[in-house]
């Protein structure tokens, strides 16, 4: 998945007054990535992206979306450094020979297409029954934040960031 970078101006400014106490900004990092992950899994559960709108509706299947088995939603992770922290999730599909990020293509949206070379048409199972489709698209279901920090997502970074100031 590419990386997206969120500038908050307030987030940083509070990251930059804690690197002055000089306190391990490693922990407040990890603190940030779990409080993350917590807020992506919160929008699987209710269906909803990181600014509060629903996800488009299942319309092949009753449920909830990405919550068949949970293999993309549990995939989410967070690897945290001294100077940062990263979401990530490593959740990825094969098809004849390509690999592509199965988190991307629930994010930002896509069309699936036969391959030009096959029986032109896509063969795979929906609600239980076999179907057949010249092309199927696939709604954005946004996970992360790609618009700017949600507020939540602010106020949960800043609560670690006043955390790790008791401390330090």
């Known amino acids: 998945m590419e990386n997206?970078?969120?500038?908050d101006?307030?987030?940083?400014?509070?990251?930059?007054k804690l690197q002055r106490t000089g306190a391990n900004m490693a922990p407040v990092f990890a603190g940030i990535g779990r409080a993350f992950k917590a807020r992506i899994q919160i929008g699987y559960r209710n269906q909803t992206d990181p600014y509060g709108n629903a996800w488009p509706a299942l319309k092949s299947r009753r449920g909830k979306a990405l919550r068949d088995r949970g293999n993309l939603r549990d995939a989410w992770d967070y690897t945290a450094g001294a100077d940062q922290v990263e979401l990530v999730n490593?959740?990825?599909v094969s098809h004849r020979g390509r690999t592509f990020s199965l988190a991307a293509i629930h994010h930002f949206g896509a069309t699936i297409k036969p391959r030009?070379?096959?029986?032109g048409v896509l063969l795979f199972k929906a609600g239980g029954k076999d179907v057949a489709a010249k092309q199927v698209t696939?709604?954005?279901?946004r996970q992360f934040p790609d618009e700017g920090l949600p507020d939540a997502w602010l106020a949960d970074a800043l609560r670690v960031i006043e955390r790790h100031f008791r401390r330090a």
């Open 4 to 7: 997206l970078r969120l500038d």
């Open 9 to 16: 101006r307030e987030l940083r400014a509070a990251i930059g």
């Open 90 to 92: 490593n959740r990825q």
């Open 116 to 119: 030009e070379d096959g029986p």
């Open 138 to 141: 696939i709604p954005p279901r």
